[in-house]
């Protein structure tokens, strides 16, 4: 079975920090991009950024640029987000989803998501 699962998101305060994590198992991670997505409530799901299936291609959202990080680790199959000064605006459900090889931000095509992890930032 095809899985992704996210986890390490929690309540922080404003200028706190998380590290999500994004597992996955069940296809060949290294043929596949992966991407984080989040959505607050009331709003469409967003891109946040992205990795190309070898690591060196990365993308970020101009909201988060500078203050995010992507990685991979394939021989884990793992994604992380680290999330450095974190504001209340970044308060959503962060998914991770997998498409093939290349990044998008287009939501409708990545092909296998994840089931989402909350995070909330307080003042």
């Known amino acids: 079975q095809l899985q992704l699962v996210e986890s390490g998101g929690g309540l922080v305060q404003l200028g706190g920090s998380l590290r999500l994590s994004c597992a996955a198992s069940?296809?060949?991670?290294?043929?596949?991009?992966i991407g984080w997505f989040r959505q607050a409530p009331g709003k469409e799901r967003e891109g946040v950024s992205c990795?190309?299936?070898?690591?060196?291609?990365?993308n970020y959202a101009d909201s988060v640029k500078g203050r995010f990080t992507i990685s991979r680790d394939n021989a884990k199959n793992t994604v992380y987000l680290q999330m450095n000064s974190l504001k209340p605006e970044d308060t959503a459900i962060y998914y991770c989803?997998?498409?093939?090889?290349?990044?998008?931000?287009?939501?409708?095509?990545?092909?296998?998501w994840g089931q989402g992890t909350q995070v909330t930032v307080s003042s």
């Open positions: 990795i190309s299936n070898s690591g060196v291609g990365t």
């Open positions: 069940g296809f060949t991670f290294n043929y596949y991009a």
């Open positions: 989803a997998a498409k093939t090889v290349s990044c998008s931000g287009y939501v409708h095509s990545y092909n296998y």
